[in-house]
């Protein structure tokens, strides 16, 4: 039986983390790698990592240490970044099924923009952190999904859910790290790898691994999986 059988009635909301899910590749990581003063970036991310800081005070500090323009990166991003090849026809799937999507990123506008737009996929809503670049090849980060209560991450992807459930009988939760915790742990269903599938196997959540997907696809709306 399909997953999506249980629920043909209600209304249905697909959220989608975009680094290592959308993109198969972290692109927020490539653009420090290339474009940030390395040393710098990996002390922050360090901290980052173990709980010293969250997202959005690792950001403010990092951003200091990146130099580049808007065109720049955009020409990066198109040439070493892209969109996990079975999302195309699993967003279709969707939108047939009368579903709606969005994405909700921890990561940075201006790449997600060109990425999408590069496959004709700019319809889909996403939620980010905003890059604002200086005439001096500066940039600034702001954050215009941050949450008051907790200002941990840039973008509290929780509050965006929530927001949300109000509209949807039903959300299914797409991701595979750290900040998809807070909102797969309130999701209906979720498709996780990496850290976020190990966080919520063998829980009482409805939680579905995935390679890609294709995997989410044939699970969510074949019932291709062990139950």
């Not at 990996?42 to 990592?49: F, G, L, M, T, V």
């Not at 500066?138 to 999904?145: D, K, R, T």
Request: net charge negative; aromatic share 14%; glycine share 8%.
């Amino acid at each position: 039986m399909e997953v999506i059988s249980k629920w043909d009635d209600e209304k249905t909301l697909v959220v989608c983390d975009f680094d290592g899910t959308l993109s198969p590749r972290d692109m927020g990581y490539s653009i420090l790698e290339r474009f940030s003063m390395r040393n710098e970036w990996e002390r922050i991310d360090n901290d980052y990592k173990k709980g010293f800081i969250g997202s959005r005070e690792a950001y403010q500090k990092v951003a200091p240490t990146l130099r580049a323009t808007r065109r720049e990166i955009i020409e990066y991003v198109l040439c070493y970044g892209g969109i996990d090849p079975h999302f195309e026809s699993f967003y279709r799937r969707s939108f047939n099924s009368g579903h709606d999507l969005i994405i909700l990123s921890d990561g940075l506008d201006v790449y997600i923009e060109a990425m999408l737009s590069r496959c004709d996929l700019v319809g889909i809503r996403y939620y980010a952190n905003k890059v604002v670049f200086g005439d001096d090849g500066s940039l600034s980060i702001e954050f215009p999904y941050s949450s008051k209560n907790c200002g941990k991450c840039g973008n509290c992807k929780l509050s965006t859910l929530k927001k949300h459930r109000r509209s949807y009988a039903r959300i299914v939760y797409v991701g595979d790290g750290h900040s998809d915790f807070c909102p797969a742990g309130e999701a209906d269903v979720i498709f996780g790898k990496g850290l976020l599938y190990e966080r919520f196997s063998g829980t009482e959540k409805e939680c579905y691994y995935y390679d890609d997907f294709s995997d989410v696809e044939n699970i969510l709306y074949n019932g291709d999986h062990q139950d």
